[in-house]
């Protein structure tokens, strides 16, 4: 009999205290209609309402960061949680609701079947339901993450991804604001690990739309990320 | 002369960058490849420095770059370059240093509070 497979949910929260019960809620169902041993850590990345509150009210468990260090910072806390614990896969998803707990299952279910380090979520396969201008605005910068370090995937921006215990062990990134997505690409690419897409939905609420990245904050990513391949050169 | 004065200025300031680069990649506290891009950067002020005299030579009375012969602003004004590149090289690794340290250190300070 195989040895049930342990999964470690971490969801990266800023101010996310109007949502977060819902979420972790949500996909601790989801969870529990398997066989797999799991935890849902939230790492409240020093929000100022009562995120943590909440997310330890569903049931999760809560790293408090104490300072804000960006979805690239709370995403490196989580998954470092699940490499000291021993998990044989991680997968981050946003807070605010975007994703479908049923995609996170068939992700999680996809990387347990194949030998994938880092399986994305892409929401851009079907881009149903989805503005144009949040379409042009991922696109672009999976172009220019395509431009910039040579990793060819539709959805380098996606917040959904599924890690490999081999990725938890090795995949190490500098960047902590939102551009970390593209560099964890990036150094995935440098460590020669295995990196796969699969489609899913992306759920867009009046409260997501508010708390997304905008085509703003991707002059921003741009801005970092050619900053970061620059400074590499002398690195 | 000039130059003379030109490499006797710079010389110390690129041998410190040098020690710096060999000691700190002798004692592991930076990798190969920084090792030897940095080892490649230094090596490059180095030629271009040493190529200054026979490059202006050339270039005096020679269009479209023509040039004046070296000025004593010109030797001041490459050493204090020189001097700024070694300065910014050492304060940006310096901060990148600070930094990774400050990020690891939260990270874990935060879960080991949360245990």
Redesign the interface.
Known sequence: MSKAKKVCVVIPAYNEGSVINNVVTDIIKELEATSLLYEVVVINDGSKDDTAFQARRGGAQVIDHILNFGAGGATATGLSYANQNGFDFAVTMDADGQHLPKDVMTGIKKAQNSNVDLLIGSRLIDTAGMSKVKVLGNKGLSNITKLLFGVNVTDSQSGLRIYSRNALESLRWKTSGYEFCSEMLWRAKQLKLDISEYPIKAIYTDYSKTKGQNNWNAINIVKSLVKRRIVEIFE | MRYIILLLLNIPIISIALLNVITRYKTSKI?K??FK??MI?WAIVLVVLIFSFPAYNYLTGHSPLDSQELSLFDIFQTTAIIFLIFVV?NM?QKA?WTE?TI?DL??????K??K
Do not use: A, G, P, Y
């Open positions: 990798s490849r920084r891009i940095q950067l090289n940006r990148e990774k990020r939260h990270q874990e300070i935060s879960i509070l949360s």
